[in-house]
């Protein structure tokens, strides 16, 4: 490891706590009538092979310290990769100047003092990885190999790639709180071309984990990749029609995306959501539950308390379908006369109920419809609700899958296709704060020729 990389890992949860007690300090030398500093130290060792070949080597190295003050509502940010003590002084010096000609906002300010996590349970977030460059090197090429292997007609690569990254991070603030704590990510990744005369097509499959004992085998993870392009050859264009749609697990999270955009706190105060106002209301069938668990154990969206020290708590967000509450910060929550749920920067491993049904029982149910694979462009408007985007997939007839297909548009209205969810399987992907299986919806327009 690079000298300057063992110096930042040197850097103790002891070290970082220290650095953020005194920024606050400097603050309070400021007269600053509150305050809140975040730190963090990451490194990380990313490799990708390609036909191969060694094609990147890249160690990543960063470290950063963030203050926030507040004068009486008027707000004040700056940021440093200096850690040194003369340094962070003049960081919170230039955030005291910035306050003083903002304007100010009654709304302004740190969460309330008892809502703090006093109580931070070890989450085993942090699982080092002690691999050298040769070894996941050769981790990388053992992946690829795999998928080049599985049949001739895959006769390029965009690469296999081996990630990990360690991190700590700490945050203060002015009521006397400071938490930290540190993580690990891990990953592998493969990407491969198929060939059949003119046509070509490309995907991929990756394994995520915070412990990388828990990873998939990279060889398995090469094979995926190349089963699912050599099962996009051959793809066929659909006349528009409507039909049943099903998504796979890693495209149902981004579905569940656009309604978590709904209900987050900024869209409903700024009031360009299409389910403004909707707390208490029926967004989806009455069968479906969606709760948040901030504390499962190595979880890649775990956390005991979130960006402004607020302690995260098990919630129902949907229950039987009627939407619970909205997802808060401490600023969105006071615009909108309410508390914060602990979700500043995010929502803690949301878990979305299923049935028994794997996604082949789920096509059996669909009948006739549209397996959906990938998805491509970004029109979706969150204020309206209306979708549409390019997507390519498997047409499915009798419940079982007959063809590829490609280069058509699916559309709809997103309110309508939350409340057209007809089921969820079992095959829940775990690699992202949603956790979800397939979804089936009940109609949608697919355009074609």
């Not at 700056?78 to 340094?87: H, I, K, V």
């Amino acid at each position: 490891m690079p000298a300057a990389e063992q110096a930042v890992v040197s850097l103790t949860r002891n070290d970082l706590e220290a650095l953020v007690a005194f920024a606050l300090e400097e603050a309070r030398a400021e007269r600053a009538g509150q305050a809140e500093v975040g730190v963090s130290v990451d490194t990380g060792l990313n490799v990708t092979v390609r036909l191969g070949e060694v094609d990147t080597l890249e160690y990543q190295r960063d470290r950063g310290l963030g203050i926030t003050v507040y004068f009486d509502g008027r707000k004040g940010s700056a940021s440093t990769a200096d850690l040194r003590r003369e340094a962070i002084r003049d960081t919170v010096l230039k955030a005291c100047s910035i306050a003083r000609f903002t304007a100010s906002d009654d709304c302004a300010g740190l969460a309330d003092a008892e809502l703090m996590a006093r109580a931070q349970p070890d989450l085993a977030l942090s699982h080092p990885w002690d691999i050298s460059p040769e070894a996941s090197i050769d981790i990388a090429r053992a992946c690829e190999a795999a998928a080049l292997a599985v049949d001739a007609r895959v006769r390029n690569s965009e690469g296999a790639s081996l990630g990990t990254h360690r991190g700590m991070r700490v945050y203060g603030n002015s009521h006397g709180f400071i938490g930290g704590f540190a993580s690990t990510s891990h990953s592998v990744s493969c990407a491969v071309v198929a060939s059949a005369g003119d046509e070509m097509q490309r995907d991929f499959w990756y394994t995520t984990s915070r412990d990388w004992r828990e990873l998939e085998n990279a060889e398995e993870v090469g094979r995926e990749s190349a089963v699912r392009t050599i099962a996009r050859l051959g793809s066929r264009k659909l006349t528009t029609r409507r039909a049943p749609v099903m998504f796979t697990p890693e495209l149902a999270r981004s579905f569940f995306g656009h309604f978590l955009a709904a209900v987050r706190g900024g869209s409903q105060y700024r009031r360009s959501s299409f389910l403004l106002g909707a707390a208490g209301q029926q967004v989806f069938p009455t069968w479906l539950q969606i709760s948040e668990r901030p504390h499962i154990l190595k979880g890649i969206a775990s956390s005991a308390f979130d960006n402004e020290g607020v302690a995260t708590r098990d919630r129902e967000l949907i229950k039987d379908g009627v939407l619970q509450g909205y997802i808060l910060s401490a600023y969105s929550a006071r615009k909108l006369g309410l508390q914060t749920t602990g979700n500043a920067g995010g929502v803690h491993n949301l878990l979305i109920s299923h049935g028994s049904d794997d996604q082949k029982a789920l096509l059996r149910r669909m009948d006739t419809g549209l397996l959906v694979t990938e998805l491509m462009g970004q029109g979706v408007n969150t204020v309206t609700g209306d979708y549409s985007r390019g997507a390519s997939g498997f047409w499915v007839e009798g419940g079982e899958i007959r063809y590829p297909v490609h280069e058509i548009t699916i559309a709809g209205n997103l309110r309508d296709m939350l409340l057209g969810v007809i089921a969820v399987g079992n095959d829940v992907d775990v690699r992202g704060a949603v956790r979800t299986g397939s979804v089936l919806l009940g109609e949608m327009t697919i355009a074609g020729d």
